[in-house]
């Protein structure tokens, strides 16, 4: 998913979306009156996430349509076989007002290393109110040598995260623990950015105290991160670019694949 706004003011904002093949927006309720232009697509579902009802909704190149303020909460969905793009036009009632604010309850996030993950996991619990979960602080077992927690060990310290909040958002790049949560998971996250930038934003990282011990051992480790990142496309691993597109394909719920950072709240 990817949403780009193309004008912004205190009265009205408008926006474009592109969803790929069977990809969804984040729940939501529509806040404002909104008239919609379709720029591509074929079929578009609605759900509603009280009942869990969807309507089917054909569209095609041009569909223009006036919607009111919807205050349940919903989400489109691509049924079609190719990009739906659509154009939206907010009217708001109130100067400069979210109008589509998202509701999220249990999120997941995954994607390489210096993808993300831990800033818009910070970003959705403080929106929302989520606790939040950073694999990395339950995968490795203490100690100056990495190693890998046992995944029952790591598996009981997530059951009990999740006894304890119903309401989450889980972060990490281990797709052996993350396939743990898929059956509670409500939005799933893909950040599929360029090793580039992921290089990029791994190099401008503050300390990350709950992964080192002091900044300095943190840019000890950079070199060694860099090549990890750079692997990322070739591996076969848990952590790999093919064991996240498969836990992202098989997924069934509301999810998105985000191939620039992301816009979500």
Same mark, same amino acid.
């Given at each position: 998913?990817?949403?780009?706004?193309?004008?912004?003011?205190?009265?009205?904002?408008?926006?474009?979306?592109?969803?790929?093949?069977?990809?969804?927006?984040? /729940?939501?309720?529509?806040?404002?009156?909104?008239?919609?232009?379709?720029?591509?697509?074929?079929?578009?579902?609605?759900?509603?996430?009280?009942?869990?009802?969807?309507?089917?909704?054909?569209?095609?190149?041009?569909?223009?349509? /006036?919607?009111?303020?919807?205050?349940?909460?919903?989400?489109?969905?691509?049924?079609?076989?190719?990009?739906?793009?659509?154009?939206?036009?907010?009217?708001?009632?109130?100067?400069?007002?979210?109008?589509?604010?998202?509701?999220?309850?249990?999120?997941? +996030?995954?994607?390489?290393?210096?993808?993300?993950?831990?800033?818009?996991?910070?970003?959705?619990?403080?929106?929302?109110?989520?606790?939040?979960?950073?694999?990395?602080?339950?995968? =490795?077992?203490?100690?100056?040598?990495?190693?890998?927690?046992?995944?029952?060990?790591?598996?009981?310290?997530?059951?009990?995260?999740?006894?304890?909040?119903?309401? =989450?958002? +889980?972060?990490?790049?281990?797709?052996?623990?993350?396939?743990?949560?898929?059956?509670?998971?409500?939005?799933?996250?893909?950040?599929?950015?360029?090793?580039?930038?992921?290089?990029?934003?791994?190099?401008?990282?503050? =300390?990350?105290?709950?992964?080192?011990?002091?900044?300095?051992?943190?840019?000890?480790?950079?070199?060694?991160?860099?090549? =990890?990142?750079?692997?990322?496309?070739?591996?076969?691993?848990?952590?790999? /670019?093919?064991?996240?597109?498969?836990?992202?394909?098989?997924?069934?719920?509301?999810?998105?694949?985000?191939?620039?950072?992301?816009?979500?709240?």
């Amino acid at each position: 998913m990817q949403i780009e706004t193309l004008t912004d003011r205190a009265d009205l904002i408008i926006r474009r979306m592109t969803l790929e093949a069977d990809e969804s927006m984040f /729940w939501h309720r529509d806040h404002c009156h909104r008239f919609t232009v379709v720029v591509r697509g074929s079929m578009l579902g609605i759900r509603f996430q009280d009942s869990g009802e969807q309507i089917s909704v054909p569209v095609h190149p041009g569909l223009a349509d /006036w919607d009111a303020p919807e205050s349940r909460v919903h989400q489109a969905r691509n049924l079609g076989d190719e990009v739906y793009e659509e154009v939206v036009t907010f009217y708001r009632d109130v100067a400069r007002q979210d109008p589509q604010p998202s509701v999220q309850s249990r999120v997941m +996030i995954f994607g390489n290393s210096g993808s993300g993950k831990s800033t818009l996991a910070r970003t959705l619990a403080a929106t929302h109110d989520l606790a939040h979960l950073d694999l990395d602080t339950l995968a =490795w077992l203490p100690g100056d040598t990495p190693t890998r927690a046992p995944r029952e060990h790591s598996q009981a310290r997530i059951a009990e995260f999740l006894n304890q909040q119903p309401r =989450w958002v +889980i972060e990490g790049c281990y797709t052996d623990l993350l396939e743990l949560v898929t059956t509670e998971t409500d939005r799933m996250i893909f950040l599929d950015l360029p090793e580039t930038e992921c290089v990029r934003n791994a190099r401008n990282r503050p =300390w990350e105290p709950h992964k080192y011990p002091n900044k300095a051992a943190q840019d000890a480790n950079l070199g060694m991160l860099v090549d =990890w990142i750079g692997q990322y496309r070739d591996r076969s691993d848990t952590f790999s /670019w093919e064991a996240h597109k498969q836990l992202f394909d098989a997924f069934t719920g509301s999810k998105a694949r985000y191939r620039n950072p992301p816009d979500e709240r």
